[in-house]
């Protein structure tokens, strides 16, 4: 079992910054994916950014060269740098982990960006 516990959402205004962080625990042996969702008031989840095991990183095309995904494999750790955020990027931000055999979900942070 892997448990996700996602931080640094908030409150801010257009143009700002946010990083969230998304720390993992349990066992983590196996996971090769590890990613980013978003889920807006009355729509759909929709996929952000995801990295690999190989560090291999690919963005949805809104979050191209706005956001950043990293990780730091020491505090099984994985990161969302987002910059230039906008009223369109109010979500709930939840980090996803993927092995061969299971997914996992963190519980979400909310972002709401004000206008």
């Known amino acids: 079992q892997v448990q996700l516990v996602e931080s640094g959402g908030g409150l801010v205004q257009a143009g700002g910054s946010l990083r969230l962080s998304c720390v993992a625990s349990?066992?983590?042996?196996?996971?090769?994916?590890m990613g980013w969702h978003r889920q807006a008031p009355g729509k759909q989840r929709e996929w952000v950014a995801s990295?690999?095991?190989?560090?291999?990183?690919n963005y949805a095309d809104f979050a191209k060269g706005r956001f950043t995904i990293s990780r730091d494999n020491a505090k099984n750790t994985i990161y969302l740098q987002m910059n230039s955020l906008g009223p369109e990027d109010t979500a709930v931000y939840y980090c996803?982990?993927?092995?061969?055999?299971?997914?996992?979900w963190g519980q979400g942070t909310q972002v709401t960006v004000s206008s």
């Open positions: 349990g066992s983590t042996f196996g996971i090769n994916g």
């Open positions: 990295i690999s095991s190989s560090d291999s990183t």
């Open positions: 996803r982990f993927i092995s061969s055999s299971r997914v996992y």
